[in-house]
């Protein structure tokens, strides 16, 4: 019986070692070790609730005899620790891929918003630049031709007493002629000027609308880059949420179908004590049969031992000591009791585990 409820909890036991390993790793990964009895609490009891329901499903399900039922419910909850240690990894394994992609797509769009932001100040820089040489130039080709036509007004005038020394000119004439030069200067001094205000308005008017140009594509271009970058986030959560709750999925239809396996196995015993009339009547044994078949194994081996054995010098002269067939046969006779008390403590609901 002893080996029965070894080979039987042996599975048990690989849950057990499964949960108690997650149970480790989710406190490693949280760093709380404060809670982690608590938390170590909390699971084992949740896996002893766990346990005692598949093996009053199997115990069910044996007592109505169906083996198989029974070795269902055990494969679907090693299926559920499985499943539940699957969602847990899953779960931490996205929620890091979550946080490592998050903050690679951080990175990304913003050195593309700071590579932006750097050009947009060397193009501020450059309609600056270009502005200033534009007004500089003009100021400078205004300023040469007010000088060249001053020098042109000088010479005229110098011309002008030249020819009033050799009497060409009156002093009255001269007066008027000298009068004349400085009008004709003055006017083009003033229309000189008018150009310059007109060139210099017309650059300045250019700068600002190359500005406002410049601003407007740097803000256009951050938004899209700040549109992308959420866009990617939400992609990336709408990813990491539908795995996470595909797994939750998983794990809900392995909870369901263990549910209804033992739901089942209990339909069935119900069934069977109602077949079986009351308490002390017959039941149906899933192992009848089996001990029998065993005993009969065992007397053919013993037969063939004692036939053996009248011709065997080394049987007689060990006066009937036991030979490795006969322990063989005590040992399937010994199986077959033990297995025989195992279905009827199933059958009876004495099957109990600790």
Same mark, same amino acid.
């Given at each position: 019986?002893?080996?029965?409820?070894?080979?039987?909890?042996s599975?048990?036991?690989?849950?057990? #070692?499964?949960?108690?390993?997650?149970?480790?790793?989710?406190v490693?990964?949280?760093?709380?070790?404060?809670?982690?009895?608590?938390?170590?609490?909390?699971q084992?009891g949740?896996?002893?609730?766990?346990?005692?329901?598949?093996?009053?499903?199997?115990?069910?399900?044996?007592?109505?005899?169906?083996?198989?039922?029974?070795?269902?419910?055990?494969?679907?909850?090693?299926?559920?620790?499985?499943?539940?240690?699957?969602a847990?990894?899953?779960?931490?394994?996205?929620?890091?891929?979550?946080?490592?992609?998050?903050?690679?797509?951080?990175?990304?769009y913003?050195?593309?918003?700071?590579?932006?932001?750097v050009?947009?100040?060397?193009?501020?820089?450059?309609?600056?630049?270009?502005?200033?040489? &534009?007004?500089?130039?003009?100021?400078?080709?205004?300023?040469?031709k007010?000088?060249?036509?001053?020098?042109?007004?000088?010479?005229?005038?110098?011309?002008?007493d030249?020819?009033?020394l050799?009497?060409?000119?009156t002093?009255?004439?001269?007066?008027v002629?000298?009068?004349?030069?400085?009008?004709?200067?003055?006017e083009?001094?003033?229309?000189?000027?008018?150009?310059?205000?007109?060139?210099?308005?017309?650059?300045?008017?250019?700068?600002?609308?190359?500005r406002?140009?410049?601003s407007?594509?740097?803000? #256009?271009?951050?938004?899209?880059?700040?549109?992308?970058?959420e866009?990617a986030?939400?992609a990336?959560?709408?990813?990491?949420?539908?795995?996470?709750?595909?797994?939750?999925?998983?794990?809900?239809?392995?909870?369901?179908?263990?549910?209804?396996?033992?739901?089942?196995?209990r339909?069935?015993?119900?069934?069977?004590?109602?077949?079986?009339?009351?308490?002390?009547?017959?039941?149906?044994?899933?192992?009848?049969?089996?001990?029998?078949?065993?005993?009969?194994?065992?007397?053919?081996?013993?037969?063939?031992? &004692?036939?053996?054995?009248?011709?065997?010098p080394? #049987?007689?002269?060990?006066?009937?000591? &036991? &030979?490795?067939?006969?322990r063989?046969?005590?040992?399937?006779?010994?199986?077959?009791?033990?297995?025989?008390?195992?279905?009827?403590?199933?059958?009876?609901?004495?099957?109990?585990?600790?």
């Amino acid at each position: 019986m002893t080996a029965a409820l070894g080979a039987l909890l042996s599975p048990i036991g690989l849950v057990v #070692a499964a949960v108690v390993g997650l149970g480790v790793a989710v406190v490693v990964y949280t760093g709380a070790a404060g809670d982690a009895l608590d938390w170590l609490k909390a699971q084992f009891g949740r896996l002893r609730d766990t346990v005692s329901k598949v093996m009053g499903g199997i115990t069910d399900a044996l007592a109505a005899g169906d083996v198989a039922l029974a070795a269902q419910i055990l494969w679907l909850a090693l299926k559920l620790a499985w499943q539940q240690g699957v969602a847990a990894l899953n779960r931490v394994w996205l929620e890091a891929k979550r946080f490592f992609i998050g903050t690679a797509q951080k990175m990304w769009y913003g050195a593309l918003a700071a590579a932006q932001q750097v050009w947009h100040a060397l193009e501020v820089a450059w309609i600056e630049t270009t502005a200033f040489l &534009s007004k500089t130039w003009t100021n400078f080709t205004s300023d040469l031709k007010d000088a060249w036509h001053l020098v042109q007004n000088w010479l005229t005038k110098s011309w002008i007493d030249l020819m009033r020394l050799f009497g060409d000119l009156t002093d009255e004439q001269a007066a008027v002629a000298k009068q004349m030069a400085d009008q004709d200067f003055a006017e083009t001094a003033g229309e000189i000027e008018r150009q310059r205000e007109a060139a210099l308005t017309a650059r300045e008017r250019r700068r600002q609308g190359e500005r406002e140009q410049a601003s407007e594509l740097n803000e #256009a271009t951050l938004a899209e880059i700040g549109r992308q970058f959420e866009e990617a986030q939400q992609a990336l959560e709408r990813d990491t949420e539908g795995k996470i709750a595909e797994t939750k999925r998983a794990l809900e239809e392995a909870r369901k179908k263990l549910d209804e396996a033992i739901a089942e196995a209990r339909r069935k015993r119900d069934e069977a004590e109602a077949e079986g009339g009351p308490p002390g009547g017959k039941r149906r044994d899933p192992l009848a049969g089996l001990e029998d078949r065993l005993k009969g194994i065992g007397d053919v081996l013993a037969r063939q031992i &004692s036939v053996r054995g009248t011709f065997n010098p080394l #049987a007689a002269f060990g006066l009937g000591a &036991s &030979s490795p067939i006969e322990r063989t046969a005590r040992a399937a006779e010994e199986t077959a009791k033990n297995t025989k008390r195992l279905a009827d403590a199933a059958v009876t609901g004495g099957l109990t585990f600790a």
